[in-house]
């Protein structure tokens, strides 16, 4: 059981911890992620494909902040997750 919020018809488990400043990418990458229904597991096994090899933990620290992200791990997501580079860095809409 944990707390629960809904945001736009999206129900989001509220995170335990705030979020880091490690990186800047990792809260629009969580979003996106459960927008498109994604499970960390699903996302992760799209980034294997590509060559990324990230566990779940590191997933989890990277979506809270806690974790900075590689070049690659930031290009990888862009594309698994259909948005551009820019916009996962604040830069441009979707």
Do not use: F, H, P
């Not at 880091?20 to 494909?49: F, M, P, S, T, Y």
């Amino acid at each position: 059981m944990g707390i629960y919020n809904s945001i736009g018809g999206i129900t989001l488990r509220i995170r335990k911890q705030a979020l880091g400043d490690r990186n800047i990418i990792g809260a629009k990458v969580e979003a996106i992620r459960k927008e498109k229904g994604l499970k960390q597991k699903d996302l992760l096994a799209k980034l294997e494909i590509r060559g990324i090899e990230l566990d779940a933990s590191g997933l989890s620290k990277l979506e809270g902040q806690i974790r900075c992200v590689t070049d690659k791990e930031l290009l990888a997501l862009s594309q698994e997750l259909d948005v551009s580079v820019d916009w996962l860095l604040e830069n441009e809409k979707k």
